[in-house]
Nanobody, 121 residues
């Protein structure tokens, strides 16, 4: 049974930083993709960053150079380090797991966390 639990959201001023965490209590898997998505009110859920089982990362153009995605050595915790935050980064942030390679489409992910709110003013 896979369970994803996010934490680390909060309110920061523009230019500040936050680190989001996502604990994955699921089973070991050979090939997978872990992704971060966000959704602001009235907008569609969009991909922010992803990391696959080979350690390859991808970032949305809007966050390149500001956000970093990583996993701990045990690969049970996913991180999203967000620097130089902007008001347009404000959204509910979700981590997601796909039991395959990475995809930009939220619908392709098999498991989702409950989300953590990020507000930048």
């Amino acid at each position: 049974h896979v369970q994803l639990v996010e934490s680390g959201g909060g309110s920061v001023q523009a230019g500040g930083s936050l680190r989001l965490s996502c604990v994955d209590s699921g089973f070991m898997r050979r090939r997978y993709c872990m992704g971060w998505f966000r959704q602001a009110p009235g907008k569609e859920r969009e991909g922010v960053a992803s990391i696959d089982s080979d350690g390859r990362t991808n970032f949305a153009d809007s966050v390149k150079g500001r956000f970093t995605v990583s996993q701990d050595n045990a690969k049970t915790t996913l991180y999203l380090i967000m620097n130089n935050l902007k008001p347009e980064d404000s959204a509910m942030y979700y981590c997601a797991l796909r039991r395959a390679g990475c995809s930009a489409a939220a619908a392709d992910y098999n498991y989702w966390g409950q989300g953590t709110q990020v507000t930048v003013s």
